[in-house]
């Protein structure tokens, strides 16, 4: 009964079939998701009984592994598991953008939504990213665009998903807590573009070695975006441009200077979603106009403020060690690193590379914080804290005017929080609470 798992018995009963909700939490935790089913829909709190292999087909969450033993009972029934992303599709009249990787997805989703809306395009921007593709498919028009941010788990019960546009920004080690190594997970990414046919377009990151280096299945046409280089074809950086060329056609897109978002990984990100809009038709200016005021997403790299000159970036997003070592490199200040959480399974080792300049302290946090020290804590001057309010005062205490307190994870939130967002938001209150204290010392002297 979470979020995607609700919006998809929605859309079951809303089309004339009868779903039936499945939850192993307790009645009590569940009582928002309860309102919103009422008497209409059955469900089932507190275990996953029997009653799940009467199904016709089942709808799996995202967050629930295949490998428990009602999914397994399931399986071995007969019965068909669909993601809440290939249901939806099913009832989906307009073209699908659809855009995964280990990093970045956020920020290139909601960039490409940004740059349809301000082309004056119908678009809806869904999936692993604000509403569930099964709440809004019904408003998408056959003149409008679904832009769908995909995590791994998503995409690992699709049969007949078809994006127009897929995208493939880069990938890196992530979530090995649920799949056997990084072939499962690459396996898992690649579904994307299983079901595309010629007409459709697969866009992928001529810099990302795993993506150079492996023959991703699909019959759509490849195109590639560059943050460093020229390409034949494609959005590439060359000097101090974006450039775009497409069926032969060089065209100027925007100076790079110009662009709002700061940041290499952010070039990627713009490049990437440059090129997903020139490839449905929209103009270079109408794609320069967004890059040009675009801020940025809320929880990856936010300036949340400064306190006597020491600036405070949330950047909860960040639940893998590539991310983090994304943000080191896009700050020019000395940092002190609030990290830690639920551990995926990753190597902490490149924070060593990536921080060794300008890492003064960290403070750790979560269940993983063990781990992590014995990975970093002969490197770093490396402390614990209970939880946000204390590492964040820890850390102010140790900063001077100019430096970075910075949220930077490297862990899955689930150990403390709901979801990143919660996390992101915890550490915003703790600034505000300590720019209110701060401001009540001084008006005390």
């Known amino acids: ?97 659809a855009i995964t990787g280990s990093n970045g997805k956020t920020t290139t989703t909601t960039l490409i939504g940004e740059i349809l809306k301000n082309a004056g395009l119908k678009v809806e921007v869904c999936g692993n990213i604000g509403r569930p593709f099964a709440e809004v498919v019904a408003n998408i028009s056959e003149d409008g665009y679904a832009v769908v941010e995909l995590s791994s788990f998503q995409l690992e019960n699709i049969e007949e998903f078809a994006p127009h546009v897929a995208m493939i920004l880069n990938l890196t080690p992530d979530h090995l807590d649920r799949y056997d190594g990084f072939d499962s997970y690459k396996k898992a990414k690649y579904q994307i573009a299983i079901n595309q046919t010629p007409s459709d377009y697969l866009i992928l990151n001529a810099e990302d070695r795993v993506i150079a280096s492996d023959d991703i299945p699909t019959s759509a046409e490849k195109k590639y975006f560059s943050h460093i280089r020229s390409l034949p074809t494609g959005v590439f950086q060359r000097g101090g441009s974006l450039v775009g060329v497409a069926e032969g056609k060089e065209q100027n897109i925007v100076e790079t200077s110009e662009i709002k978002i700061p940041g290499p990984h952010n070039l990627q990100n713009a490049a990437a979603a440059s090129l997903a809009a020139l490839l449905i038709g929209i103009k270079p200016e109408d794609i320069a106009d967004t890059l040009k005021t675009f801020p940025g997403v809320e929880h990856r790299m936010e300036n949340v403020g400064s306190i006597a000159g020491v600036n405070f970036v949330n950047d909860s997003k960040a639940t893998n060690v590539d991310s983090v070592c994304y943000a080191l490199r896009s700050l020019g200040t000395p940092i002190h690193l609030i990290a830690g959480g639920r551990d995926k399974g990753g190597e902490f080792a490149p924070i060593l590379k990536y921080g060794k300049d300008n890492i003064k302290n960290i403070v750790l946090i979560g269940e993983a914080r063990e781990k992590m020290f014995n990975r970093l804590g002969k490197s770093f001057a490396v402390q614990f804290a209970d939880d946000m309010e204390k590492a964040v005062q820890k850390l102010f205490e140790l900063a001077s005017p100019g430096d970075t307190i910075l949220l930077s994870p490297a862990c899955a939130s689930f150990d403390m929080y709901d979801n990143f967002e919660h996390r992101g938001q915890v550490f915003k209150d703790a600034v505000a609470a300590l720019k209110n204290n701060n401001e009540l010392k001084k008006s005390v002297r």
């Open 1 to 97: 009964m979470a979020r995607s798992g609700v919006a998809a018995a929605l859309l079951i009963m809303d089309k004339g079939g009868t779903p039936f909700v499945s939850d192993n939490r307790n009645a009590n935790d569940l009582a928002d998701q309860l309102k919103i089913l009422d008497n209409n829909i059955a469900y089932e709190t507190g275990g996953h009984t029997d009653k799940l292999l009467q199904s016709d087909f089942v709808i799996l969450s995202p967050g629930v592994p295949a490998t428990i033993e009602i999914v397994q009972k399931i399986k071995s029934e007969g019965i068909p598991i669909f993601s809440e992303i290939e249901l939806s599709s099913w009832f989906c009249k307009g073209k699908i953008i």
